[in-house]
């Protein structure tokens, strides 16, 4: 059974929309991008399973199938932020095929001390990975020539202290993790959230000229945003709650 719908945006992302009914996150691969056996680049793997018990990640990895690429040929995990819904299946990359993975300094910080335990609060287990690189806010250059990908890294915490979100300029793509949703914005309730830093986080992205929005989640509203009004009709409408 896949749960995951593959929406193919731009020259190079494929995302992962998670339909499934317990939660996960949206996945999304830049396919053969880095030199090496290992070319793809995955953002936020999701969970293992879910609190209803669906593979999550046997689904995304079967998704992936479906459209040519490989879990085993995945050379880089990047985690928007240290949440079990989008990193807990890092590990699993990481084993499969020695992928490196990445987060910002800050979130890493974040879950070594306080972020872990939200692994044990949902009855899983925390992923033993070690970033390889951390996160900074700027350029992130990935490939080599023909396939680059330059991401442009936006520290914006408020959901969690040390959250990311990816912009491709030339496709005009966000990547907002849980900062901003169709609709609505991260939850500020957990350990770690601060509304103020939210409001602050959801400013910055919006004033990028975004053809897409990927959000971490969909939501009754809908899941990826399409269309510059659209998008920046979004950011107005979610202001309003922050
Ligand atoms: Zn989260």
């Given at each position: 059974?896949?749960?995951?719908?593959?929406?193919?945006?731009g020259?190079?992302?494929y995302c992962?929309?998670w339909?499934?009914r317990?939660?996960?996150?949206?996945?999304?691969?830049?396919?053969?991008?880095?030199?090496?056996?290992?070319?793809?680049?995955?953002?936020?793997?999701g969970?293992?399973r879910?609190?209803?018990?669906?593979p999550?990640?046997?689904?995304?990895?079967q998704?992936?199938?479906?459209?040519?690429?490989?879990?085993d040929?995945?050379?880089?995990?990047?985690g928007?932020?240290?949440h079990?819904?989008h990193?807990?299946?890092a590990?699993?990359?990481?084993e499969?095929?020695?992928?490196?993975?990445?987060?910002?300094?800050e979130?890493?910080?974040?879950?070594?001390?306080?972020?872990?335990m939200?692994?044990?609060?949902f009855?899983?287990?925390?992923?033993?990975?070690?970033?390889?690189?951390?996160l900074?806010?700027g350029?992130?250059s990935l490939?080599?020539?023909?396939?680059?990908?330059t991401?442009k890294?936006f520290?914006?915490?408020?959901?969690?202290?040390?959250s990311?979100?990816?912009?491709l300029e030339?496709d005009?793509?966000?990547?907002?993790?849980?900062v901003?949703?169709?609709?609505?914005?991260g939850r500020?309730?957990?350990?770690?959230c601060?509304?103020?830093l939210l409001r602050?986080?959801?400013d910055?992205?919006?004033?990028?000229?975004?053809?897409?929005?990927?959000?971490?989640?969909?939501?009754?509203?809908g899941?990826?945003v399409?269309?510059?009004?659209?998008?920046?009709?979004?950011?107005?409408?979610?202001?309003?709650?922050?």
């Amino acid at each position: 059974m896949i749960y995951h719908n593959s929406v193919r945006l731009g020259a190079k992302s494929y995302c992962y929309v998670w339909q499934g009914r317990g939660n996960n996150c949206n996945a999304i691969l830049w396919p053969s991008v880095l030199r090496g056996a290992c070319p793809h680049v995955l953002v936020d793997p999701g969970h293992i399973r879910n609190e209803l018990g669906e593979p999550c990640f046997d689904s995304l990895t079967q998704a992936m199938e479906r459209d040519g690429f490989k879990m085993d040929d995945v050379g880089l995990v990047i985690g928007t932020h240290s949440h079990p819904d989008h990193i807990e299946a890092a590990e699993l990359v990481v084993e499969k095929s020695g992928a490196l993975f990445t987060l910002s300094r800050e979130e890493d910080e974040f879950y070594r001390t306080i972020g872990k335990m939200f692994f044990q609060a949902f009855g899983g287990k925390p992923p033993q990975v070690n970033p390889s690189f951390y996160l900074k806010e700027g350029d992130l250059s990935l490939g080599a020539k023909n396939s680059k990908v330059t991401v442009k890294v936006f520290l914006t915490p408020g959901h969690s202290p040390g959250s990311v979100s990816l912009y491709l300029e030339e496709d005009k793509i966000l990547i907002s993790g849980d900062v901003v949703f169709a609709g609505s914005i991260g939850r500020t309730d957990f350990p770690g959230c601060s509304p103020s830093l939210l409001r602050k986080s959801i400013d910055k992205l919006s004033q990028l000229d975004v053809e897409y929005l990927v959000s971490g989640h969909s939501t009754e509203a809908g899941s990826i945003v399409a269309g510059k009004d659209k998008v920046k009709r979004n950011f107005y409408t979610v202001k309003i709650f922050v």
